[in-house]
């Protein structure tokens, strides 16, 4: 297939794009305002600040310089975005700022950059950064996920075992939160993409993402979820597994350390009657 990046090249390229980009978005974060996008349908959807812009560019240049040959699907219109050609078979996805609405300027949670190359609508390579709290993590499917900090070496990826605190999307119903306080867990907001990588982020559990639009959870949403399979997490949707795919739809995205975690997460669903998305 011609223009198809090798997904190791790609990480490779794009890891310092990312550490890059998450500097930006600290070194803005505090200082920038909403500029809400016309066209969409809600609040989050509508969020903009110049962070979103000057973090995507960080990794559009590089993009360029490495791999021109890519189809694009970014979040936002910048300049550069217009500089991909359409219809190729190697499919780069970005959100330059996942959250910006609740995380990045509410404060509450993280907040993610995300990058992912798929090939065939199937993620082969991913890149989630976390600013706020240094982590970086990325995955090469089949190949395993690897883990670093703003300073300090790269290493293999790890799920977390002793952690009591779980993520969850903004938005999701307070019956699900309550009932996992309830089995003495602690609830955290966050982005989807924070939520999609949470069993490896220290201390904390599992995470859980309710995504009732008629695609479910987006492609960008889908990114971290390849890391956390790599890295040996538990990755569920409604009915069991979670899609490979970019396309098929997917209202929940649970991510855990153990099976012995989706008994929990499925009795917070049930509490707020969301049956008919009960994770096997």
Known sequence: MSGVPEASAFVDALTPALRQA???????????????KSG?????????????????EALLGPLLQHFPDVSLEAEEDTPSAERFPEGRDALVVIDPIDGTLHSYLGGEGPYAIMVGLA???RYQAALVALPREGL??????????LFSRATGPVRPARITVDGSRVLVSHGMPEAVGERLRASGLDVLPACGGAVAVAPLLPGVRAGLRFAPASEGVSIRGRIGALIAAEAGAVVRGAGGAFPDDLDTPAPVLAVAHHESDLPILNDALRAAGLDDYILV
């Not at 998450?22 to 809400?36: F, H, M, S, T, Y």
Request: net charge positive; hydrophobic share 45%.
């Open 40 to 56: 969409e349908t809600t609040p989050a959807k509508q969020a903009l600040t110049a962070a979103d812009i000057a973090t995507q």
């Open 119 to 121: 090939v065939a609508r």
């Open 136 to 145: 970086f993590f990325s995955a090469v499917r089949g190949a395993g996920a």
């Open 22 to 36: 998450a500097a930006v978005a600290r070194k803005l974060e505090g200082r920038v305002q909403n500029e809400p």
